[in-house]
């Protein structure tokens, strides 16, 4: 029996909004195994393909205070795709929201179905932030081939090799008091195969953004071309000011990718944006130029767009005396590069940039031999 489920949820509290971003799928009701080889386990991404079909929904948001009780009420729809992104403005009353419950409306006309309960994020002054991509930065994935790629829908991710040095750093700053996102441009049907891997490597509260791919196949839409299945500069960049309209120009800024593709570029032009005086206009001529940002007039003016709203709380920051956001970029080596090739465009913030090994150098057996050796 298929019934509305929540995909993923993600509210946060700022000063003036409570930001929302949440899909719904219909989905087999998981409290019914109808098969005997039907068992709880690290999930794979091939069991959750069936998120590629597409329905719209709308959902009845309640807001309860401390002591239970509703103090905001109000329905939304979901584009076609069930995908919500919404704001709230906050006034006296919403500011006491401590949950939010979630009820689907429209599939069952009469019925209210609960889909969940949900505590915002409140993120605390200095607000600190840690984004890292998924696929080469945290996990080895590999989609090159036929096999590699029906390997990787067919089994867990805890199948593919840990990058350890990777995860030791976003789990050091999750302890210093940074919030984690997860920005990866695999489909949105893996995020529970995701999910289940950042649970086992103990990152329990990450955001997690993933392309639709539904958007590519829509005749209709063109926030994601055919293009975008290949170039993934503008889709992770795009998804990085979401993250950052969503929460506001953070205090302390980490940003971690590879060497493999473009990450180096993406978190560069971000870095100018936080960083730098540039007019928006200036700034989206600068990214097109180049291969990574390969853009149609749908998406130059959404991103465009994005690019204002955070100049304006740049701007803003700058107008009450805050200073700039304080970043660094961990870039994990593909070989043994001494430094990462950037175009002339983005190397004025290359200082931010510190490249890093993924797995422990193992000592040679005459290296152990020297240091252990009597001088």
Request: hydrophobic share 35%; glycine share 4%.
């Amino acid at each position: 029996m298929k019934r509305p489920t929540i995909v993923h949820f993600l509210s946060i509290i700022t000063n003036d909004f409570i930001n929302i971003r949440a899909s719904i799928s219909l989905k087999d009701n998981p409290l019914y195994l109808t098969k005997e080889s039907d068992t709880i386990g690290p999930a794979n991404p091939i069991q959750n393909f069936k998120l590629l079909s597409s329905n719209d929904f709308t959902i009845k948001l309640v807001g309860l205070d401390s002591s239970h009780k509703e103090v905001y009420k109000k329905n939304f729809d979901s584009d076609q795709f069930g995908n919500f992104n919404f704001k709230i403005p906050l006034t006296d009353e919403r500011r006491k929201i401590e949950v939010l419950q979630v009820y689907e409306v429209k599939s069952a006309p009469g019925l209210e179905l609960l889909l969940g309960s949900f505590i915002p994020l409140v993120i605390t002054t200095p607000k600190n932030l840690v984004i890292s991509d998924f696929d080469k930065t945290l996990v080895d994935t590999r989609y090159h081939t036929t096999k590699e790629v029906y390997y990787s829908l067919t089994k867990s991710i805890d199948h593919f090799p840990t990058v350890p040095n990777s995860v030791e750093i976003i789990k050091n700053y999750i302890k210093d008091g940074y919030h984690p996102f997860i920005l990866s441009a695999s489909p949105h049907f893996y995020e529970d195969a995701m999910r289940d891997w950042l649970y086992q490597n103990q990152i329990y509260t990450a955001g997690i953004f993933l392309k639709d791919y539904r958007h590519i196949f829509s005749l209709f839409e063109w926030d994601l071309t055919p293009k975008d299945l290949k170039i993934h500069g503008l889709y992770k960049l795009n998804h990085l000011l979401d993250m950052l309209l969503m929460t506001g120009v953070p205090d302390n800024l980490v940003l971690m990718g590879d060497n493999f593709e473009s990450d180096p570029a993406i978190y560069m032009a971000l870095s100018k944006m936080l960083r730098e005086d540039m007019d928006p206009w200036l700034v989206w001529k600068t990214l097109i130029k180049h291969d990574a940002f390969a853009s149609n007039k749908k998406q130059d003016s959404q991103i465009l767009n994005k690019i204002y709203q955070l100049q304006n709380l740049v701007t803003r920051r700058d107008q009450n005396g805050m200073s700039r956001s304080q970043i660094k970029i961990y870039i994990r080596k593909k070989g043994d590069e001494k430094e990462v090739n950037l175009p002339e465009d983005f190397k004025t913030q290359s200082h931010l940039i510190k490249l890093y090994d993924g797995h422990p150098k193992l000592e040679s057996k005459e290296t152990k031999e020297l240091e252990t050796s009597p001088a």
